[in-house]
């Protein structure tokens, strides 16, 4: 958005925090932020509000806006199927139509009234499933026939902190099962020092890149290890057989198996209804379980195989009818500034 000219009012690392203990410090200053937001748009009178995620945010801000006549208009529906169902009672109160990502998404928000559109997932038009593996390799030294493992730990300063250690462990213990293994980690301006402090002491140096890069690395390597999260979808879509990862602090995770009412972390699991791709979450985040789900999927290709099939089921549930998810979105938001 930023390169399509969006100034924004402040940094979006600011909100990137997740987790009971990690936003309580920091209430204060998104008040702040939510109290000025809603004050920049009511002094712009826009013709219309599209909130993007964020819930927490946006929909505060929404809620400052209530009869200031600009249209809302919410891009991603809260995962009221997941935990809190009823969220969607209070979204129908603040926003004038929703976007979802999901196909089985629209009945819980019509059924208390707000109009939604089903649009599809923007990771199919991402281009995650169109890196050049062979020119990533050839580009950063990496032999053709070498094993590649590629590493994510998340895009919040928080996920980074505690799974750069767990994810270092691992690769320790893969280093010495897996002759000749390299590294990529793929990684934000955002959090992007915090990540190069914490590979320091990893055993094998991974090969650091931007954005710009991720999807060569994803065509370049053989399995990843990820956080949990949006990630799990354009690894879905690379075809990459994956480890999913999550660790928490204790208070955030019990508080979390008592809100939750998914069977899984992962997106892909959730739309194939089995675990397609490994699991391993807060206690059960360790460097051994991860390094034995990646080896097997390094060195079992019926594994790797079965894996990337669950993936494109799930894929292919996004975009039914081919029609690119931005330009549902862009429709679904000109209607409603029309029918203003």
């Given at each position: ?7 924004s009012l402040v940094p979006l690392s600011e909100l990137s925090v997740m987790g009971l203990a990690e936003v309580v410090p920091r209430i204060p200053r998104i008040l702040s932020l939510i109290r000025r937001t809603a004050a920049d748009i009511r002094a712009r009178q826009p ?294």
């Amino acid at each position: 958005m930023t390169a399509q000219g969006l100034d924004s009012l402040v940094p979006l690392s600011e909100l990137s925090v997740m987790g009971l203990a990690e936003v309580v410090p920091r209430i204060p200053r998104i008040l702040s932020l939510i109290r000025r937001t809603a004050a920049d748009i009511r002094a712009r009178q826009p013709d219309v509000v599209v909130t993007i995620d964020a819930p927490d945010f946006c929909l505060r801000v929404a809620k400052k806006l209530r009869g200031a006549g600009i249209p809302i208009v919410h891009f991603v529906a809260p995962t009221v199927w997941a935990w809190k169902p009823g969220r969607a009672k209070k979204i129908a109160r603040l926003a004038d139509h929703l976007l979802v990502l999901y196909p089985f998404e629209p009945p819980y928000f019509e059924r208390e009234g707000l109009s939604c559109t089903f649009v599809g997932h923007p990771v199919v038009e991402s281009g995650a499933n169109s890196g050049n593996g062979p020119g990533f390799r050839q580009a950063h030294g990496i032999a053709p026939e070498a094993p590649v493992i590629c590493v994510l730990p998340g895009s919040r300063g928080t996920e980074v902190a505690r799974h750069m250690p767990i994810f270092g462990q691992a690769i320790e213990r893969l280093a010495g099962h897996i002759p000749g293994l390299r590294v990529i980690l793929p990684t934000l301006e955002s959090v992007g020092d915090m990540v190069s402090a914490g590979a320091r002491g990893w055993p094998l140096q991974p090969i650091i890149v931007d954005g710009s890069e991720k999807y060569g690395a994803f065509a370049a390597a053989h399995v990843a290890i990820a956080a949990s999260g949006s990630v799990a979808l354009e690894l879905a879509a690379a075809r990459l057989p994956t480890v999913t990862a999550y660790k928490t602090n204790p208070i955030t995770a019990w508080l979390t198996r008592r809100m939750v009412r998914i069977r899984f972390a992962n997106l892909v699991n959730l739309m194939n209804d089995r675990e397609v791709v490994p699991e391993f979450v807060f206690e059960a985040c360790t460097p051994g379980n991860l390094a034995s789900a990646a080896e097997r999927l390094l060195t079992d290709p019926n594994a790797a195989r079965d894996q990337v099939k669950g993936m494109q089921n799930a894929i292919s549930r996004l975009n039914p009818d081919g029609d690119p998810p931005s330009r549902r979105a862009g429709r679904a938001v000109l209607d409603v500034i029309a029918g203003k």
